[in-house]
């Protein structure tokens, strides 16, 4: 089931991230995930966007997320940024996915804008550490 949850999230956050994209530049680092009811949350740091690096907002966005694990629990989740591919440097949609069982991956996914459209190359998934649910087991 987890691997569901985790599924979801990622979707949710890439067509919320797709659809950003599509309508302009770029976008305020945002976040997605499940609570243990089943409810699907969409989250987002209130910052000044011109005045703050995405950096605050991901900090904001874990704090958030933590909070909402012990104040409602969470099963999976994750947030999106745009920003940069490490092997060539070319503009990515950045994801952090966690599940509640402390497994974690980045999945940072290409793209390139041509005639009006979004291409997107292969996603390159890399397990990393826990970030939002560091006190499981």
């Known amino acids: 089931m987890l691997q569901r949850h985790l599924q979801d999230t ?7 991230a797709h659809n950003a994209l599509k309508a302009g530049g770029s976008f305020a680092p945002f976040g997605a995930g ?3 009811t089943g409810e699907q949350i969409h989250t987002n740091v209130d910052l000044p966007i011109e005045k703050s690096a995405p950096s605050d907002h991901i900090s904001g966005l874990i704090a958030g997320f933590r909070k909402d694990e012990e104040e409602n629990g969470l099963i999976a989740a994750g947030l999106v940024f745009d920003g940069r ?7 990515a949609l950045c994801f952090h996915i966690e599940a509640a069982n402390g497994s974690a991956v980045e999945v940072i996914v290409p793209y390139q804008r041509a005639e009006g459209a979004i291409a997107f190359a292969e996603p390159q998934i890399t397990a990393v550490h ?5 006190d499981v087991m």
């Open 10 to 16: 990622y979707e949710y956050l890439f067509d919320t």
């Open 34 to 36: 499940i609570r243990k």
């Open 85 to 91: 591919a490490r092997s060539d440097d070319a503009a």
């Open 130 to 134: 826990a970030e939002i649910f560091t």
